[in-house]
């Protein structure tokens, strides 16, 4: 069975939920080639502005990342047609996307060729979904043709040295999370009142006033391989997620990445957050007046950033990717017998 993973960029969605799985696919033997973006050599052949056929390699299984564009959601029944197995996989719910966020103008319907619309009519008629939280499932694969492939950790983020500090820090973009600032209120701003250095790694643009700060913290993206590196250097991490909609079904990536890299985190108490906090890591905060208590006990005592580093270090050392690697593979192989088993009057072109 020849699969071949189309990764939606080779950032950081890109390379957790396409490329990396599919490198450790390759590793262990499976016939798996993954394509950068600018490497494909998929062409569709179009009659206006309908997808008539598609070219492609002798292929048996085709991953396909967030199919937002209107063509290659075309595209997707067309292959299923030919016969070829053809897989999605979805990290967010695009539908409930913030206004604030880049993203929502990228892909409102109306505005171009790309639309969640898109991408719910792709995961309708592809052969399997896969999504990283179980709320996705409800999103993305009501039709039952759905694998939860949560996300895990490449080698890299192991064993990554950290000096312990009291300097409080968010790892991530304020353009990308623009209402998460508000789940912790005035929290962060009362720490900085009392002396609490805060900064972000990540662009931090707009995230001083959200915060309730005189001016954005400290701040900057950083390429993706300096990514742990940049997270282990903070002294106490946070993952502020607003009660909504879209961040029901974010992953637990984000204090996954802090557990590994030994940053004790406080977070808010969302469904996958949740879940990695029950296994022993981190510490949940619903309120702004618990986020500073939290916070303020774990900058207090640095025999509590110790013992939260350590428990997040063997949580998250449950959760290598070269342990679980195989269930990509195991979902792209039920994917392939239920494509055998569909006859191709059944599928909709």
């Known amino acids: 069975m020849k699969v071949v993973v189309y990764p939606g960029d080779r950032w950081g969605c890109g390379s957790f939920r396409m490329i990396w799985p599919g490198e450790q696919c390759a590793a262990a033997g499976h016939d798996v080639h993954v394509v950068e973006k600018d ?74 060729l790309h639309s969640w619309h898109n991408l719910a009519a792709a995961c309708r008629d592809a052969t399997l979904v896969t999504v990283s939280t179980p709320a996705l499932l409800d999103v993305y694969a009501r039709h039952g043709r759905g694998v939860v492939l949560p996300n895990y950790l490449p080698d890299h983020y192991y064993g990554v040295s950290r000096t312990d500090s009291d300097v409080v820090g968010w790892p991530g973009s304020f353009h990308s999370h623009p209402n998460d600032p508000e789940a912790v209120g005035g929290a962060v701003a009362r720490l900085v009142d009392e002396g609490a250095q805060f900064v972000m790694r990540g662009d931090s643009s707009g995230a001083g006033k959200a915060f309730g700060l005189a001016a954005d913290p400290v701040g900057g993206g950083v390429p993706i391989e300096e990514w742990p590196a940049a997270v282990a250097s903070l002294g106490i991490g946070i993952a502020p997620l607003a009660d909504t909609r879209f961040n029901s079904a974010k992953s637990w990536l984000k204090p996954l990445e802090m557990s590994a890299c030994g940053v004790p985190w406080v977070a808010s108490p969302r469904a996958e957050y949740r879940r990695l906090h029950a296994m022993g890591a981190g510490v949940l905060a619903d309120r702004p007046r618990a986020w500073h208590r939290e916070l303020k006990r774990l900058r207090e005592s640095p025999a509590l950033r110790q013992e939260m580093s350590e428990a997040g270090r063997a949580v998250a050392e449950q959760l290598r990717l070269q342990d679980h690697a195989w269930k990509w593979a195991e979902a792209w192989q039920q994917a392939y017998e239920i494509q055998q088993a569909t006859p191709r009057s059944r599928v909709a072109v």
């Open 39 to 112: 490497r494909r050599s998929v062409r569709l052949v179009m009659e206006r502005d309908t997808v008539r056929d598609v070219l492609v390699d002798d292929v048996d299984v085709v991953v396909l990342q967030r199919v937002t564009h209107a063509y290659m959601a075309q595209a997707v029944s067309v292959l299923r047609a030919m016969g070829v197995t053809v897989v999605v996989d979805v990290d967010d719910d695009l539908s409930s996307i913030h206004p604030s966020n880049p993203a929502w103008q990228v892909h409102r319907p109306g505005r171009g």
